[in-house]
C-alpha cells in the first residue's frame, strides 16, 4: 500500500511526465490497431471462403506472431531508426493475427442458406458484403479486436528499449534504479488498460450478438 500511494504522490508531484507518456502510449497503441484493422479486416474477409488461402494466411500471420517483439524492434530499427515507428511496425504484427483469425471465423459462421436467399432475392455481391456477411461477423470480429487490444497495450511497454515512448518509460525507470514506486507508476496504468479494453470490448461484443 506505500508503494501504491508513493506511486500516486509521485504522478500528482509531476502530471506533466507522466500524461505525455500516458499519451504516448495510447497514440501508439491507437496507430498500430488502426493499421492492423486496415490489413487485417479485408484480408478476413478477401481469403475466408478461399480454404487454401485462408490456411496460407493466417499461417503467415501466426509465424509473424511468433517473433518476439523485441526481435522485430532490432530488425526494424536499422530500416526507421528509433522512436515510434518501430515501435507501431512490432505493435502491428502482434495485432493482426487475432483479428485475421477471428474475421475469418465470423464469415465462415454465417449460415450459407442465407445467403443463397440473398442471391435469390436478386442481391450483388457488394449488398451482400454490406447488408449481411459484415453486420453478422461484427460480433467475431470485436472479439478479435478486444484480443489485439489488450495485447498492444501490453506490448507497448516495450517501446521504451528503443526511444518510442509511453507508460514503459517509468517501468524501465523503475528496475534500472530500483524504484518500485516508479515502476508501478507505468506497470498499474497499463494493467487499468488492458482491463478497461477487456470489459469494454467484451460488452459489445456480447450487445452486438445479442442484437444479431
Known sequence: MTILLEAIRWIIDNPGSFFTAFNQH???????????????????????????????SVNIAGSLRSIPSLAILAAAMP??????????????????????LNTIVGIREIDPALLDAARGMGMGKREILWQIEFPLAVPSMIAGIRTSAIQVIG????????????????????????NMP????????????AIFAEVFFGWLERTLTLRR
Open 79 to 100: 530500416l526507421l531508426g528509433i522512436g515510434l515507428w518501430p515501435s507501431v511496425l512490432a505493435l502491428i504484427v502482434l495485432a493482426i493475427p487475432p483479428l485475421l
Open 182 to 193: 516508479r515502476l508501478i507508476v507505468g506497470a498499474l496504468p497499463i494493467a487499468l488498460l
Open 155 to 178: 506490448g507497448a511497454a516495450l517501446a521504451s528499449f528503443i526511444g518510442g515512448g509511453g507508460l514503459g518509460d517509468f517501468i524501465n525507470a523503475g528496475i534500472a534504479i530500483m
Open 26 to 56: 495510447m497514440l501508439m497503441c491507437a496507430i498500430s490497431l488502426g493499421i492492423a484493422l486496415v490489413i487485417a479486416i479485408p484480408l478476413g474477409f478477401a481469403v475466408a471462403r478461399r480454404p487454401g488461402a485462408a490456411f496460407v
